[in-house]
């Protein structure tokens, strides 16, 4: 998959060839407090720590992130007119997920339209033989009357099967809209305390 989206980019034969032979046949071996184990080879993947991988991994990603664009149902609306002076005139911006390497977040008005996106994600997942932990997937809402005392609910979300899709639904517990929650390092809550 990653030759098909080097070729999405028109990134040069030559440059594909040596970029994909950094990666093929490799063998790898591990430091340990005995000295170094047995040399294996590498089945599948490129390591985190590589100085290529944040760029390699913008590459790859890149044709999902293009779909949930394109295929925005109910995206969430950010106004501008509230941003900025009254004066100068933008158009207002739609926002449906926000990436930064591994760290994903799909943001939605409605639950079809995370129905729809997370069927695709999934899609994606399937294609390049990857996938999502979902017991790491956070759910927050501002729809639901969640307060610190109420044990809140799982909601699942139903996505459409495919050929590509095996994964009929994923559950969430939402949190409370009280709690907190890690993005990029950043702690956020919906109430704002």
Known sequence: MLRFTFERIRLPASAIKFILSLFMKCTNSVFTAHGFTPAYRVRIGIDQGEIISPLLWVIYIDPLLTILKNEMID?????TSSLIASHVSFPNLRINNLVFMDDS????SSK???ESMLSITEEFYQI???SANHNKYVLITNSLPLTSNSTPSP???NLELSSLNRVPSISIIPISMTTSFCFLGVWFNIKSF
Do not use: E, K, Q, R
């Open 75 to 79: 995206s969430y609306v950010l106004f």
């Open 155 to 157: 909601v699942t979300f």
């Open 128 to 130: 390049n033989n990857t």
């Open 105 to 108: 977040t799909l943001i939605f």
């Open 112 to 114: 079809a339209g995370m």
